[in-house]
């Protein structure tokens, strides 16, 4: 028994050794604040310095065009791949790397924390000639000034399974609408991230005028809890909450969902599998009546990069026409350099992703990071974190 | 020069050899220096860290943390209704877990420690451990191929016109008591290895039936090693996020750290306390019901 006394002591004396360290912590911890706007451009690209540390989605980073680049510049390319946006830049924060290809939910939060720096974009010869729509965007260009280059864009379909959704949906309505989304209970496939509530933004812009909607990612409290309150409704009919794609692929391929949003990827890897599968038509101009979320990749600058000169090269290397079609088949977009359409393998290549079609993409609202001053002077729009919560609370 | 310089060295081992000598505690502190060092600064230290950051904040415009101290993110996890379901959720799904597989871990360690051939034990120890040998992901994939709309469980069970659970709660509660049965099986058979067969035929010559040898005399002998048992499944369950997140649409705690863990690294924190504190009241009942007396 006398064993038994002991455990208790022990406990204590780890609570105890704990609380001392949390404090030590707690002490020198409350005294490195940074958020400077970032540091200068780069007035000239000089000699490589040898090596490139990269954070990229999958797919954009891959051996077929960092080896040549590496034998051109002598920049020895690394990448770390990340799975989502917060991830991204959650990894620029380490200032390890030096530069990101970020989505526009992740830019505005690496500008805002001064992780990024400008771009001066004179120095990067290849960025004339792509596509002008992609250029000075909210989602690249902050105060104006540039903050990184266009890599390509894609926007979120409606695609759904020809033999269970019938008549052929043209509208989000299909999945959002209770009444209508509830034919398809326990079918229907959503995408896992707080940004979807854009996607619900989209379709009450649309629907409920009265809400004044403009921008799905400035939305002030009262609009966001429409959004929040019609996903929180098409919960019940939700099979499927996807992140990956290859989870999406399997889930419609094993017909446990049959009608949702997806991206132009998931939807060509099903039609070459030859699902019965079906996305938005070209007669409603690909997208459904209201239009669509999507999103457009950019390649920014780490304020804290030890390579800025082989990081301006990849800059250059990655939109140059031969390379952007490169990536841009090896994932599945549309390609940001509009000499890119002429180097593609596969000849209709560029007509199937709308790569030149500016008609389509006015209709695709892409990805931004919800911030509080949204431009109408008021700073009373729901920032990144409140769409975070909620999209806790509308998964339940 | 060269015996020279080994005098030298012999001398100087000579030095250590006798400082340590008839210093029982300096050898035993030195001999433990490292591993302890190693648990007190990376382990109880990293823990430290993270829970020193659930009484920070996030700056809503960067989402850069600020490091003072405040309960806000207890605040939210008390006061927003979700996060009470969610934590309730998987203490339940947690409880549910343990019990299923004491139920059917039960009967085949029994079977394992008092019936089975040296042989037979030997090919069931090794087929329990079996599954722990492969990547758990290959096992949950394995389950979400079984699970789903056109998969085998659907087609086993169409010819008598019904359906599986497809994939949701019933599919977390069915995968996770089949990745942690081994850890409830293996004390269970230990705690019955220990429980001489005299007593059992005791039991018998005293003319109790099967069913009261059990309740009177092995239950109460293996209890502690089912408990032992639970803390595995229990705590395994409580903190797992992959399998909720391939084969349902629910959250559970370790989702939704999962998911806040890089935007709101405070509230993920105070969260991740949640299972923590859930625990040790865990471990204490445990020991009350002599789950620690053999370790």
Same mark, same amino acid.
């Given at each position: 028994m006398r064993t038994? $006394?002991?455990?208790?002591? $022990?406990a204590w004396l780890v609570i105890a050794g704990l609380l001392a360290v949390m404090l030590l912590l707690a002490g020198c911890g409350s005294s490195d604040d940074s958020s400077s706007g970032g540091g200068e451009e780069l007035t000239k690209v000089g000699k490589g310095e040898g090596s490139l540390s990269l954070i990229s989605w999958a797919g954009y980073v891959e051996p077929e065009w960092t080896k040549p680049f590496e034998q051109k510049t002598g920049c020895k390319v690394s990448d770390k791949v990340a799975g989502t946006s917060d991830e991204m830049v959650q990894l620029m924060r380490t200032g390890q790397y030096d530069g990101v290809s970020a989505s526009g939910n992740a830019s505005a939060r690496l500008v805002d924390g001064g992780d990024v720096d400008p771009v001066n974009v004179s120095l990067v010869p290849n960025y004339k000639t792509i596509f002008s729509e992609l250029k000075d965007q909210p989602y690249n260009t902050f105060d104006g000034v540039h903050y990184g280059i266009p890599h390509g864009r894609g926007a979120n379909l409606l695609m759904w399974n020809v033999n269970d959704v019938k008549p052929a949906p043209t509208s989000w309505s299909v999945i959002l609408d209770p009444k209508e989304a509830a034919k398809y209970k326990g079918k229907i496939s959503a995408y896992d991230d707080p940004i979807y509530i854009a996607d619900a933004a989209v379709y009450l812009k649309a629907h409920e005028p009265s809400l004044g909607i403009e921008n799905p990612y400035e939305l002030n409290e009262e609009q966001f809890n429409a959004a929040v309150d019609l996903l929180k409704e098409q919960r019940s009919n939700v099979g499927e909450y996807w992140s990956e794609a290859a989870k999406q692929i399997s889930a419609f391929a094993n017909g446990d969902v049959q009608v949702g949003t997806t991206w132009q990827y998931q939807y060509f890897e099903l039609l070459g599998a030859s699902e019965p599968i079906a996305a938005s038509p070209a007669s409603q101009g690909f997208l459904p009546k209201e239009g669509a979320t999507g999103w457009s990749d950019t390649w920014m600058i780490s304020s804290q990069a030890k390579h800025p000169n082989c990081m301006y090269m990849w800059m250059d290397w990655i939109v140059s026409p031969k390379v952007n079609a490169e990536v841009a088949q090896f994932f599945g977009e549309a390609p940001a350099q509009s000499l890119a359409c002429e180097h593609t393998e596969e000849k209709n290549f560029c007509a199937k992703y709308h790569a030149e079609n500016p008609a389509f993409w006015k209709r695709v609202y892409f990805w931004e990071t919800p911030v509080s001053e949204c431009g109408n002077g008021e700073n009373d729009c729901m920032n990144y974190n409140d769409w975070l919560q909620a999209w806790t609370a509308i998964k339940g | 020069m060269a015996s020279e310089a080994a005098v030298e060295r012999r001398s100087a081992g000579h030095r250590l050899a006798d400082l340590f000598h008839g210093r029982p505690r300096l050898q035993v502190g030195a001999l433990l220096a490292g591993p302890v060092g190693w648990l007190v600064i990376g382990y109880l230290g990293s823990l430290a860290v993270l829970l020193i950051a659930a009484f920070w904040t996030v700056s809503p415009l960067s989402g850069e943390l600020t490091r003072s101290l405040s309960l806000e993110n207890f605040e939210t996890l008390v006061n927003e209704p979700v996060y009470r379901d969610v934590i309730w959720r998987t203490v339940r799904i947690a409880a549910l877990v343990t019990i299923?597989?004491?139920?059917?871990? @039960?009967?085949?360690? @029994?079977? !394992?420690a008092k019936i089975a051939s040296r042989r037979g034990k030997a090919i069931l120890v090794v087929a329990i451990l079996l599954p722990l040998w492969s990547s758990y992901l290959v096992k949950v994939y394995? %389950?979400?191929?079984? /699970?789903?709309?056109?998969?085998?469980?659907? %087609?086993?069970?169409?010819? @008598?016109?019904?359906?599986?659970?497809? @994939?949701?709660?019933?599919?977390? %509660? /069915?995968? !996770?008591?089949?990745? %942690?049965?081994?850890? !409830?099986?293996?004390?269970?058979?230990?705690?019955?290895?220990?429980?001489?067969?005299?007593?059992?035929?005791?039991?018998?010559?005293?003319?109790?039936?099967p069913f009261t040898t059990f309740r009177r005399v092995i239950l109460p002998l293996v209890f502690p090693a089912v408990v032992a048992g639970s803390i595995f499944t229990f705590s395994l369950t409580l903190g797992d996020f992959i399998t909720p997140k391939l084969v349902s649409n629910s959250q559970f705690i370790g989702t939704v750290v999962f998911n806040n863990f890089v935007t709101n690294l405070p509230l993920a924190s105070a969260l991740a306390m949640v299972p923590i504190v859930v625990m040790i009241a865990y471990l204490l009942v445990a020991r009350r019901l002599g789950a620690f007396e053999h370790i």
């Open positions: 038994q $006394a002991h455990p208790v002591r $022990a | 299923t597989d004491a139920i059917l871990a @039960f009967p085949i360690a @029994f079977y !394992m394995a %389950w979400r191929t079984l /699970l789903s709309s056109g998969g085998i469980i659907n %087609w086993a069970l169409e010819p @008598f016109g019904l359906h599986g659970p497809g @994939f949701g709660i019933t599919a977390v %509660w /069915l995968v !996770m008591s089949y990745l %942690w049965l081994p850890y !409830m099986i293996l004390p269970i058979y230990a705690g019955l290895e220990r429980i001489p067969d005299s007593l059992i035929s005791a039991s018998e010559d005293l003319g109790a039936s």
